[in-house]
């Protein structure tokens, strides 16, 4: 089970820097959720949520998604009742105006993305800093094998329906797949008093090759509007949309 909150905030920020908000909501999930399992999550490969802030209207929107089932009822269901997020450590309150849920079985994700026929032409957006780790650097312009590769290793983690990373489908995306235009600038992500080299904007692919890697790409792209994209999602980073 895919589950998204889009939870409207009321309170004072700085819009300059509101990436610093994602670790501090994070630190309001791990006060707010059972003991036990926040131990689980700490020793887990699997990272079973993602979550980042964005302005809308000078509005501020948290979006808290989890990857199944457990972390639904464990984490998602929890906080959707709140009607104070509490940030013990900035002294700061914020009043939840409204809460938006939608969720998804990873069975109707495959049928509605993989089993139907998708689009060639997708625009990704990156909402909040965005950036990758690789050969131990930080990777700060995307490419085609560090999205699906970071997408594919995420869905294979959480899902329990299928496995979908290979090394023959990696090099086929990256043989078929193209970026066609972008609209990026470079930033950082403020994390505990240092900065994460980063992207953010919006970039569009075209998916050539067979129908069925343009409708594993639609499904991928879909289940990482859920997971987040690259490195540190659970803290704010990586956040996407696409059309």
Same mark, same amino acid.
């Given at each position: 089970?895919?589950? $998204? ?6 309170? /004072? ?15 309001? &999930? ?13 020793? $887990? ?13 000078? %509005? ?21 009742? %709140? ?23 990873? %069975?109707?994700?495959? %049928? ?11 625009? &990704? ?6 950036? =990758? ?7 700060? =312009? ?7 590769? $970071? ?7 959480? $899902? ?28 950082? =992500? ?12 919006? &970039? ?18 879909? =289940? ?10 659970? &803290? ?6 696409? /059309?």
């Amino acid at each position: 089970m895919l589950s $998204s909150l889009r939870i409207e905030l009321e309170g /004072e920020f700085d819009k300059s820097r509101n990436d610093l908000l994602g670790s501090l909501f994070q630190g309001f &999930i791990m006060e707010n959720i059972d003991v036990e399992y926040v131990e689980e999550l700490h020793v $887990s490969t699997l990272h079973p949520y993602s979550q980042y802030i964005t302005l809308n209207n000078n %509005k501020l929107i948290w979006t808290l998604n989890t990857l199944n089932a457990e972390a639904k009822e464990k984490i998602a269901d929890i906080l959707k009742n %709140k009607k104070i997020i509490d940030i013990k450590h900035k002294d700061r309150e914020y009043k939840v105006s409204s809460v938006t849920e939608k969720n998804i079985s990873y %069975k109707d994700l495959v %049928k509605e993305c993989y089993l139907k026929d998708g689009q060639r032409r997708l625009k &990704i957006t990156f909402l909040t800093p965005t950036s =990758f780790k690789q050969d131990g650097k930080y990777a700060i =312009f995307p490419s085609v094998r560090l999205i699906f590769q $970071s997408l594919m290793m995420k869905f294979d983690k959480a $899902s329990t329906q299928m496995e979908v990373f290979g090394k023959d489908i990696l090099e086929t995306f990256e043989k078929h797949v193209e970026i066609s235009m972008y609209k990026l600038r470079s930033t950082s =992500f403020h994390l505990d008093g240092t900065k994460v080299p980063a992207f953010i904007g919006d &970039i569009t692919i075209v998916v050539k090759g067979p129908v069925q890697l343009v409708n594993l790409a639609n499904m991928l792209l879909t =289940f990482g509007t859920y997971s987040g994209v690259g490195i540190k999602t659970g &803290i704010g980073m990586g956040g996407i949309a696409f /059309e």
